[in-house]
Structures are given as C-alpha cells and as structure tokens.
C-alpha cells in the first residue's frame, strides 16, 4: 500500500514546491519593484515641515477689490494648520528689510486700472520696482500668484513687473508664476499644488471667493433719470430671503451672477447701509456691441421682478473702506453710477454725525458729483439737498457735461475749486473717487497731479488717504 502510495505523495510534495517557489519569485519581484521607488512615495508632512521651520514662509499681497487678499489669508491659514510660521504683509506695509530671513517669500497681487498695480501699491511700484534691481531679495526663495482678467489688455501686468523685478534681484521661484484669469480653476489648482510643496497637505477650500452667496430677493427699482439723454440709471432694492441682512460696511461690493448669462460674477457697490433693513444698488444700464442689453444690468435693470429670486454675496472692498471718524473732512468724487459707493459713505457720515449728538463739523464732507443734463439726471437729489441742509454735506458741487456746449466734468470742477481743494487737503481730508475708471477717474487723477503736484499727490497715496471704487 504504501510502496503503491508514494509515487502520489511525492508528486503532490513536488508540485506544493512548485507553488511555494513561485509564490515567493513572485514576492520578490513584487519587493523590487516596490522598493525601486514607483510611484515616489508621498512626502511626508513632516519631511515637508522641516525645511520650513525654523524660517517663516511670508506671504505678501497687493489687492483692489479684496480677492488676492482673501486668497493671501486663506494661504497664511492653511499653511498655519500645519505648523508652518508665516508672516503676512500688504506690500505697502515694510517687509524689504525683514524679509532676507524668510524660507520663501509667496506673493498674491491682483492688476488694476490699465496695467497698473492696485492703489495702495502704486507707491510701492514707483519707488522700489523703478528703482531697479534689490540687493536685498538676493537667493530669496519667491512664488507669484498673479490675479487678472484677460479682456484686458495688460493681462496681469503687475504681477508679470513683480516677477521680473524679483528675478533680476537675484531672487528665484519656487515655482513658475501662475497668472490666474478672473480666477479660473487650473490657475487656482497650480496655486494649491504649490502650496502642497510647502506642506499643505488639506485641500484649500478653493475658491474662498466662492464662499458667502446667500438668497435674496428683488424688491423694487426706481428710474433716476428719466427722460436723460444717458443711459438709464435706476436705484434697485434687495431684501435677504430669510431674516435680517447681514452686516457691511460703506464701500463694500456684491457679486452676482444673472440668470441664464455666461456664469461670470457682476460686482455692484452697495448703495446704503444694513440699518436700513435692505440693500441698495445703483445700476447703469449697458448695451453690449450688438445693441443688446447687458446681462446683469439688462436683468437688473428691465427684467426682474418682484420677489425674483436673486443669488448674491457681499464682498468686503478695502480699497474703498474707511476706518476715520467725524472730524475727517471727506472729499467725495465720482460721475454717474458711481454715487452708489459715495452715497453709502455719505449715509455713514450722516450716522456718525447723529451719534456723536455735536453739530456737523464746519468741514465734514465735499461731493463733487457729475452727470449729464441738470434737467434730467439729478439721482437722489432730494437725498443730497437734505444733507446739505443737515450740513453732513458742507459743500455738493454738481457738473452737467450735456447742459452747456464746453462740456464739463468733475475734474474741471476740481480745477476750478482748486484752492478750496488744496485747504481741505491740508485739513487732513480723505479722498473717496467712485465710477467709470477711463473717463473719470483718470481726468480727476490728472486734475489732482495738477493741483497737488507729483510729490503731493503720492503722498496723499502713499498715506492711504485716496480710496478708490473704479470700474
Ligand atoms: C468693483 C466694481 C464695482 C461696480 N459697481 C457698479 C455699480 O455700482 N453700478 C453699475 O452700474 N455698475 C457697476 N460696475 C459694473 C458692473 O459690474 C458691470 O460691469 C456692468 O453692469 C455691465 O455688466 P452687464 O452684465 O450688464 O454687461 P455685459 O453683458 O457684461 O456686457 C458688457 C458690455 O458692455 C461693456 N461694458 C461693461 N461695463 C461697462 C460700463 N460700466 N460702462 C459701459 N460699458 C460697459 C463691455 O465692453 C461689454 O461690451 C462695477 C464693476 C466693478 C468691477
Ligand atoms: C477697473 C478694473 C481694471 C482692471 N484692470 C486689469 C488689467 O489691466 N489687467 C488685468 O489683468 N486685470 C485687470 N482687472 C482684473 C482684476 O485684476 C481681477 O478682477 C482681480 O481678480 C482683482 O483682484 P483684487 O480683488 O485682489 O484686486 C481689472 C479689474 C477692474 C475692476
């Protein structure tokens, strides 16, 4: 039996060897492979995090309308969360000196105007970028998040000036400078990979900007011009959906998107204050190329109706905020639909100067506001007669370019005020400028230059004393 078993048995042993030799050929060709390093093994938070203790990783922002600022913070957090020092500085605050002790140096810095830097940085540009190369940014480790929209025609220029200063400095990038366009996911994606190389490890809720829409509701709007030779202005109210609105400061934004549109955002300056229980708008109604009406004025202005549901956010704009009190002398300036942004100012004003129970100040705020027939475009006038009554306005000064054959603009108006100008100035007032970028603001910054002089007016700059909410 067993001499008849044997051959069996052997065969079985043989081939339970066959098995077991080529299970482990298989293990170790398996281990090679594995240990040959494909794919590289994700880094390790803490492999990360020990090339940038120890330095602080500064991250430094220039910002108009607050979104590179909102993308800097939302860095500086994440960054945070694992551990990592960072240091974050508006580009205009002092950072050239300290900043040769940084692992890397991260800038976010949006382009305003027509290739220019945002306001607060313009000083920053004129002084440090044309002085040419800096000895102190030499073997610094640099990354840019440029910000900018490719319908205009310097497509993130600031950004691009920053980088080759920055590289003729001596200074290299960690990596290659992102130029984001209206802030489009791949951009923000090479944002968030950059990131993760300095150990980031949790996603960026990305973008933060999409954060804060909330519902609301159309209520009314109003025509402020009828029968002007202008476009049509009309003053719009907005309720929340549910409960109080939230709280924001003058010369903060909304973004919307309108309905059945391309999907971009519209920003509007807020034309009033929560206290009053809604929120106001101040919208000019545009044609686009083809005579048809544009897609969120066109909506705003002749499609709503009441109880339309209306999908919005509030944005914070620091480049038009203000943090003085009553005693500042405002200067207030703007054309057209850029009384939306002045007037909310002019509420706050008129607030304050009722809570501090004193008469308003001899000088307490100067609107210089244009439009273009006396007849026809008087938007909120009623409003502005009774502040001049109250003296919250100590002076209003309105131009109409249609009335007369030598058309007149605010900046004529300012020149011609010019030594009123310059007295209220030396009183320590603030400069507020709302509306069209191209028409008015740049005639009211050639009109200041001329009255103030170079030197003046980037001083006025560079002590953050001019604010703007240009479009
Ligand atoms: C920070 C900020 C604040 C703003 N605040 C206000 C505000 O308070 N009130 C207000 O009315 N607008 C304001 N705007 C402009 C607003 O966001 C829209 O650009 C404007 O309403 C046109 O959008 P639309 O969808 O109607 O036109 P679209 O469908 O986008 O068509 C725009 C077409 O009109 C042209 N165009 C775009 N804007 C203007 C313009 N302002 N004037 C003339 N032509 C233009 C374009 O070249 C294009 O051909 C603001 C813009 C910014 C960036
Ligand atoms: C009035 C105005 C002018 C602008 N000019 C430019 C420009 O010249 N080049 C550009 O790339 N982007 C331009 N932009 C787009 C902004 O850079 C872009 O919206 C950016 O995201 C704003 O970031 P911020 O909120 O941090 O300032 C302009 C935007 C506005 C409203």
């Known amino acids: ?276 229980g809604h929120l106001e708008l101040i919208v000019r109604s545009v044609r686009r190329a083809d005579g048809q009406p544009g897609l969120a004025s066109g909506w705003l202005n002749e499609t709503a109706w009441a109880n339309d549901r209306v999908s919005l956010r509030i944005r914070r704009n620091p480049g038009f905020n203000l943090e003085c009190g009553v005693d500042t002398p405002l200067i207030l300036i703007g054309a057209g639909s850029g009384l939306a942004g002045l007037r909310s100012h002019l509420q706050a004003r008129a607030r304050a100067i009722a809570d501090s129970g004193q008469p308003a100040p001899e000088r307490s705020a100067w609107l210089i506001f244009g439009e273009r027939s006396e007849r026809h475009d008087r938007p909120c006038h009623s409003e502005l007669e009774a502040w001049r009554r109250s003296r919250v306005l100590s002076r209003l000064d309105l131009t109409f370019s249609r009335d007369d054959p030598i058309r007149a603009y605010v900046q004529h108006a300012l020149l011609e005020e010019a030594q009123a100008f310059r007295q209220w100035i030396a009183a320590g007032a603030q400069l507020l400028i709302c509306g069209s970028a191209q028409g008015m603001a740049q005639g009211v910054e050639q009109a200041m230059r001329e009255i103030l002089g170079d030197e003046g007016l980037e001083q006025l700059r560079a002590a953050g004393r001019i604010r703007r909410d240009v479009y």
């Open 1 to 276: 039996m067993m001499d008849n078993l044997s051959p069996e048995i052997w065969r079985l042993q043989a081939a339970v060897g066959l098995i077991l030799a080529y299970a482990l050929m298989c293990w170790r060709m398996y281990r090679k492979a594995a240990l040959a390093g494909l794919p590289a093994p994700r880094p390790q938070p803490a492999a990360a995090l020990a090339a940038v203790r120890g330095k602080p990783v500064w991250i430094i922002h220039a910002s108009q309308t607050g979104q590179a600022e909102a993308l800097a913070r939302q860095a500086a957090r994440a960054l945070e969360k694992e551990g990592v020092e960072v240091i974050q500085r508006r580009i205009d605050q002092p950072w050239l000196d300290e900043v040769s002790a940084a692992r890397h140096v991260l800038f976010v810095v949006s382009t305003y105007g027509e290739g220019n830097p945002p306001d607060h940085a313009i000083s920053f540009a004129r002084t440090q970028l044309a002085a040419g190369p800096c000895a102190a940014l030499r073997g610094l480790s640099y990354g840019v998040l440029a910000l900018g929209d490719r319908s205009y025609p310097q497509f993130c220029a600031f950004g691009r000036q920053l980088d080759q200063w920055l590289q003729q400095s001596g200074a290299s990038a960690c990596f290659p400078r992102i130029d984001a366009d209206r802030l489009d996911a791949l951009s923000l994606k090479r944002w968030q990979q950059a990131l993760q190389g300095l150990g980031v490890h949790t996603p960026l809720l990305t973008p933060p900007l999409d954060a804060g829409y909330t519902e609301w509701r159309f209520i009314r709007r109003r025509c402020l011009n009828s029968g002007s030779p202008g476009a049509p202005l009309f003053k719009l109210e907005l309720q929340p959906q549910a409960g109080l609105p939230p709280h924001w400061q003058a010369g903060d934004l909304i973004d919307l998107t309108p309905p059945g549109g391309d999907g971009r955002p519209r920003s509007y300056s807020i034309a009033n204050l929560p206290e009053d």
